[in-house]
């Protein structure tokens, strides 16, 4: 759909000034979009996902941790495929009940695919920053209708590390995340994070219950969490259902693909400008935050 077919159609919760919003600056902030009842469900469970990370010492498949994670303190950088791991997380991406796919609708049309879900934790006293980066480059569509709705799952201030986003950059440049031997580092160039403005970003902190939007084609990222507070954002990856995947995903669900408003599309939607294509993920895949660290990794450890 058409930006103008999409404002044409009812919205569900979103008000027309919050959709043009998006449209024009390719992200949104919506205060006290979900309630007291769901936050304390997904925090009761996030917790009981960090007690399982205590017996680990080492990343996996699920777990990534930070160096110097332990039983007695645990320091998690992502809960991978959340909606695999608890129906809760599942229910909350999906569910009638859950407003968050009808937020969605309110931004891609009614017919809505999810694509993927983690749990970014940023914990306390040094979470690591995220580097600016466009996600479409790690899991190219047919179009760009792809955007990602970040919960903070606790208050979030300023010096929690919130998510940052540049305005309008969904409608420049696609810039190059390989350095110059052809290596993918998943990041920007020094170079190109001067020329996308980035200095203009704005950060998107707010209150338990909001929930962060970005188009997938927006320059994005966040600085370390120097706080005393942990700074939990459950991410759920959606698009319009015409939009088709056509490299493998990095963060592959057994929800993958599923529609949870509308119906399936009987046509695909080609956007004419090109993609990058990321490293084959088939086999494997560590995340994010390893991949811009640059930490080593095995094949085995990560398999999706």
């Known amino acids: 759909m058409t930006v103008e077919e999409i404002l044409g159609t009812e919205a569900r919760v979103l008000s027309r000034a919050q959709r043009e919003s998006y449209f024009e600056n390719g992200y949104l902030l919506v205060e006290g979009a979900v309630g007291p009842d769901w936050i304390e469900r997904l925090r009761a469970v996030t917790a009981q996902m960090v007690d399982r990370s205590r017996a680990l010492t080492r990343s996996d498949a699920i777990f990534d941790l930070e160096p110097g994670h332990t039983a007695e303190n645990p320091r998690l950088r992502r809960l991978t495929s959340p909606v695999d791991q608890h129906p809760a997380y599942w229910e ?67 010096d929690q590390g919130p998510l940052m986003v540049v305005p309008g950059s969904h409608d420049g440049p696609l810039y190059s995340q390989y350095n110059e031997r052809g290596e993918w580092i998943g990041c920007l160039s020094e170079a190109d994070v001067k020329e996308a403005r980035t200095q203009a970003a704005a950060e998107l902190d707010g209150p338990a219950g909001s929930i962060t939007i970005h188009n997938c084609r927006v320059v994005h990222g966040s600085r370390p969490n120097l706080s005393d507070q942990g700074r939990p ?39 004419p400008r090109p993609c990058q294509i990321p490293p084959d993920w088939s086999g494997g895949y560590t995340s994010l935050f390893a991949l811009q660290q640059g930490e080593s990794w095995e094949k085995d450890q990560y398999a999706t």
């Open 233 to 271: 954002l459950l991410l759920n990856a959606y698009s319009a259902a015409n939009a088709f995947t056509y490299t493998a995903n990095p963060l592959n669900s057994s929800h993958a693909g599923d529609i949870v408003r509308g119906r399936p599309a009987q046509w695909a939607h080609h956007d």
């Open 92 to 158: 909350f991406a999906s569910a009638p009940d859950s407003p968050l796919p009808d937020i969605i609708a309110d931004l891609v049309g009614a017919d809505v695919k999810f694509h993927h879900a983690k749990l970014n934790f940023k914990w306390a006293a040094g979470g690591e920053e995220v580097k600016w980066h466009q996600d479409i480059s790690y899991w190219p569509h047919t179009n760009y209708s792809p955007l990602t709705a970040g919960l903070y799952l606790y208050d979030c201030g300023p």
